[in-house]
């Protein structure tokens, strides 16, 4: 009996600032005998990853219902099947992106060619978040070997059945000369975060973001913001009702519970509109999960006591709990809140302060749709913003008057898997963006070469600057 409890008791290892030393010392080593530049070194590491997901796709979905009871079809298509387009796509356009770009030149400095020459950066931090602990873990990681630098990541200490089995996971498949994951919470980010970056990219809150980018202010090193906000969809009453309603409900409910940094967070609709647009919800969300949605195993749950203790606190303050129009229920033990919908709160109530961050929707009635832009533009800029509608000038002015990370019409959250588009915030929501070419292209420095010969070497341009050259 004494022994079974020993390892119990036995501590883990502190990382401290002397080890988060040591780790980049070495990395930096790596990353100077020039392994990790070469195209063949990031294609194995590339592959390896694209083996590992393949091979080890039941653990990860296993660990992301532990993590959240996210259901495992959810897991496979918002995070596995994300990760292998990713490294598809790194595996398939690597070539393309590693090759320099020609430029034109000009006559000041005929004769000449030009090129910009991407080369990597050096060792980069990934600081990553709980929601989608897999996805936004390994995606920067992606771009970080696409573009040949050598990597840490940290995962989230929130999800940490996610968190472990990265690390297991990347000392198995890949160069841990080169790639290495530090589990931890503050003191081991506190740790990573004193060490000299050549990149950062964080994901998670404002309030973090605000801390990495003042560690990283210290060296000069440049970082990548993923932060969240309060994403609004505008839905004006000329929609189809029943598509607009499903897709809002994937994009919240079925979409980690709301705990999304895209989902939709609040609604604005005119006035008259909302009793259709609520019955609509309703209707479908009873569709997808049933008439007692906290027994549903479609949805996934609030990652944390402290998380739940947060969202209930949003539903029983006094100037919200009078507006519940669905919803409400919660699961302490199972931690799960079934899907709620509240009307016209205040402007003041909690609700309507902060990024919501899990399954309840609150919507605005206004007299005019025109009334959603000083709405919206009260508030800091959004990471993304929605707009339903069939109304070709309205889509124009939405997409002319809001700015935001990114945007999407007649659906939410999916443009994040518009590989072409570059993923990232504005403002508060963030800085800097990553996604396919645009991972690479954060993970890089864009070289500026200029090739001269010796040939046609002019004299005007030194040395007695003589009246006739000043003519000329
Ligand atoms: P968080 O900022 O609390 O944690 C994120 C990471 O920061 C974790 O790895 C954590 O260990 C680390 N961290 C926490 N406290 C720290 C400290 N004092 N010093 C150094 N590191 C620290 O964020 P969260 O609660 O995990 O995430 C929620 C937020 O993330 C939401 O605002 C959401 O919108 C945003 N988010 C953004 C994206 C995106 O891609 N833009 C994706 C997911 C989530």
Redesign the pocket.
């Known amino acids: 009996a004494t022994l079974s409890v020993l390892p119990e008791l036995e501590e883990k290892p502190i990382f401290d600032g002397e080890k988060a030393n040591l780790l980049v010392r070495d990395l930096r080593k790596c990353f100077d005998s020039g392994r990790t530049k070469r195209y063949e070194w990031r294609v194995s590491q590339l592959e390896a990853i694209s083996k590992m997901l393949e091979e080890r796709e039941k653990e990860i979905t296993e660990a992301l219902y532990k993590d959240l009871a996210k259901p495992p079809f959810e897991a496979l298509i918002s995070e596995v099947s994300q990760a292998k387009s990713s490294c598809n796509e790194a595996l398939k356009e690597l070539k393309h992106w590693m090759k320099p770009e020609r430029v034109s030149t000009s006559i000041t400095t005929f004769p000449s060619s030009a090129e910009i020459v991407p080369e990597p950066l050096g060792v980069v931090l990934v600081?990553?978040?709980?929601?989608?602990p897999f996805l936004?873990s390994i995606d920067p990681v992606i771009g970080a070997i696409s573009a040949g630098n050598t990597v840490v990541l940290?995962p989230?200490?929130?999800a940490p059945a996610t968190s472990s089995l990265l690390a297991n996971l990347i000392e198995q498949y890949l160069d841990n000369s080169a790639i290495r994951v530090v589990e931890g919470?503050?003191p081991e980010?506190?740790a990573l975060?004193e060490q000299k970056w050549d990149k950062i990219l964080y994901?998670?809150?404002a309030?973090?973001g605000r801390?990495?980018m003042a560690a990283a202010a210290k060296h000069l090193t440049p970082v990548i913001l993923?932060?969240?906000g309060k994403c609004p969809a505008v839905v004006e009453s000329d929609v189809n009702l029943q598509v607009t309603a499903r897709r809002i409900i994937a994009s919240k409910w079925a979409c980690n519970s709301g705990q999304a940094?895209i989902s939709v967070d609040y609604i604005i609709t005119r006035k008259e509109f909302a009793p259709k647009l609520i019955s609509a919800l309703k209707e479908e969300l009873e569709q997808f999960f049933g008439k007692d949605p906290l027994e549903s195993k479609d949805m996934s749950r609030i990652v944390s006591p402290n998380q739940f203790a947060r969202l209930v606190k949003l539903l029983d303050e006094d100037n919200v709990s009078g507006k519940i129009v669905l919803g409400g229920q919660r699961d302490e033990k199972k931690l799960k809140i079934s899907p709620t919908i509240i009307l016209d709160v205040p402007e003041d109530a909690l609700v309507m302060q902060d990024?919501i961050?899990g399954p309840i929707m609150p919507i605005i009635t206004v007299d005019n749709i025109e009334d959603c832009y000083s709405i919206i533009k009260s508030r800091p800029k959004p990471?993304a913003a929605y707009l339903f509608t069939n109304n070709e000038q309205l889509k124009k002015d939405y997409v002319d008057k809001i700015s935001s990370g990114g945007m999407l019409i007649n659906d939410a959250v999916i443009h994040v898997a518009t590989r072409g588009l570059p993923f990232g915030?504005v403002e508060e929501s963030?800085m800097g963006c990553y996604h396919g070419k645009f991972s690479f292209d954060s993970f890089s420095h864009r070289k500026s070469v200029l090739y001269r010969s010796f040939d046609g070497d002019s004299s005007i341009r030194y040395p007695p600057y003589t009246p006739q050259k000043e003519k000329l």
């Open positions: 600081i990553s978040t709980w929601n989608f936004l940290k989230s200490e929130i919470a503050v980010t506190t975060l994901t998670g809150s309030r973090i801390i990495v993923e932060l969240g940094c990024e961050f990471l915030g963030g």
